[in-house]
């Protein structure tokens, strides 16, 4: 079929890794290309848009399979079975979808993809397909897993505090922890490294005033580009007022629940706490009971977002005797909450995605981590940008409702939260000046499609 003229730069086919914190930033990648008009085509897994609802109304959303169309990615197979697997079923199924784009005119020029999957980059080798790998951890994490990977840390690291230009000293508390499954894990997120300097481009979900010290650092290494925070212009510099939409949802979430609780707080009274979306990253029973009691006798109202698994868990009648502070709930329109006046401050597990919100939209942090790169961000929330402060474990690993309560007390009132607050707002600046205008990510970003599209 001969192309129609086409009305736009390129046609980028984007691959994410098939988890909400991966498809999310993908997706407001897309949403940034297509302002610079770029046509994208966001790739997710048959057996995720059976489970869950991506929606986009600017994005197009197409469907490949990874080999477990019923089942899911990692449900049925160890890490390396299921990444096998996914390499085999993922490329032909790739191949199917250009071959779709091909006939209606409106081929696929170049493949962005989540570096968890490296074997996109071999495939896209192979087809002719320019490949641009999309990091979505902190560039610090990147860092430290790209020295592990080749090398120039062991696993396990015998020796601390580890030293590594452009990081702070590291302490093991603050490397990525992988629990029962850190062989697996761990050399699941160090592949990413594998081939990524024969990637055309390295894109990174971060932005350079953040992290100056450790991209300049890793760019000697890597070629990387900082394009983010991929959050929603609403939330920035507002070039687009109406781009609030954000990714991945349940089709049961009602967002009116906890938005009208809010509203009727008064200023900076409501500790939000958010703690994992995952069950495999989930605090244990008497972690949990913890947490409830520093809540419960905070005296703060608090909102917490408490996934079904994890309810269970809680002090008997804990909802029912704290219905007067708190509202538990399944889920929360995050970024609506974070902007609410009525929220102090955020309990986080220190994902990263939930990190650059608060960073964003100015957001002090309790620190909580518990898996993956959640420690080294709590490292780098505390030590490094001064936004929050970590709470502590006892000889026996747990965070007591005695030390998560004065974490929250002194970043609510403390003398140390008036500097934390201040810091938050700084970064929040900065992360609004990045994606402006004129800002690094812009600028990054408008260089990226300029190089992309005259090679593509």
């Not at 002090?315 to 974070?338: A, H, I, M, S, Y």
Request: glycine share 6%; with cysteine.
């Amino acid at each position: 079929m001969e192309n129609r003229e086409k009305d736009y730069k390129a046609h980028v086919l984007a691959i994410p890794f098939q988890s909400p914190g991966h498809i999310n930033p993908m997706l407001q990648l897309c949403k940034k290309f297509i302002r610079k008009g770029l046509k994208t085509t966001l790739a997710i897994t048959k057996f995720t848009s059976n489970v869950m609802y991506t929606k986009s109304d600017k994005v197009q959303i197409d469907i490949i399979s990874d080999g477990y169309d019923e089942g899911g990615f990692f449900v049925a197979d160890p890490v390396p079975i299921s990444m096998a697997r996914f390499k085999e079923v993922g490329s032909r199924s790739i191949i199917e979808l250009m071959t779709k784009y091909e006939s209606l005119g409106t081929p696929i020029d170049f493949i962005v993809y989540d570096s968890l999957l490296p074997f996109v980059l071999e495939f896209c080798k192979e087809v002719g397909l320019p490949g641009v790998a999309f990091l979505t951890q902190q560039c610090g994490v990147n860092y430290i897993m790209h020295q592990f990977y080749h090398g120039k840390l062991s696993n396990p690291v015998s020796e601390f505090p580890i030293s590594i230009q452009g990081l702070p000293p590291i302490e093991s508390a603050d490397l990525p922890y992988f629990g029962s499954n850190v062989p697996y894990h761990f050399a699941l997120v160090a592949a990413q490294f594998s081939n990524i300097t024969q990637a055309d481009c390295v894109l990174v979900n971060t932005y350079y005033e953040l992290e100056k010290e450790v991209v300049d650092e890793f760019s000697k290494h890597c070629p990387v580009l900082t394009v983010g925070p991929t959050v929603p212009t609403f939330y920035l510099d507002r070039r687009v007022v109406d781009d609030k939409e954000y990714g991945v949802l349940s089709t049961q979430n009602d967002p009116s629940t906890c938005l009208n609780w809010l509203s009727s707080k008064p200023t900076r009274s409501v500790i939000y706490a958010s703690l994992s979306s995952v069950r495999s990253a989930s605090f244990g029973e008497k972690q949990l009971q913890e947490l409830a009691l520093a809540l419960k006798n905070s005296n703060y109202y608090f909102l917490w977002s408490v996934k079904s698994f994890e309810a269970e868990k809680l002090p008997k009648n804990f909802k029912e005797e704290t219905f007067d502070r708190g509202l538990l709930v399944q889920w929360t329109p995050q970024l609506e909450v974070l902007s609410s006046e009525a929220v102090g401050c955020i309990l986080s597990h220190c994902g990263w995605n939930s990190t650059l919100e608060a960073l964003s939209l100015g957001m002090p942090i309790v620190a909580m981590p518990q898996f993956a790169d959640q420690q080294p961000n709590a490292k780098f929330i505390q030590d490094v940008w001064k936004v929050g402060i970590r709470v502590k474990h006892d000889k026996n690993g747990l965070a007591t409702k005695e030390e998560i309560g004065r974490c929250i007390k002194e970043v609510m009132e403390g003398e140390t939260g008036k500097g934390i607050k201040e810091n938050a707002t700084k970064f929040s600046n900065l992360a609004k000046a990045a994606v402006s205008e004129g800002g690094s990510s812009e600028t990054n970003l408008n260089y990226f499609v300029s190089k992309i599209t005259s090679s593509s």
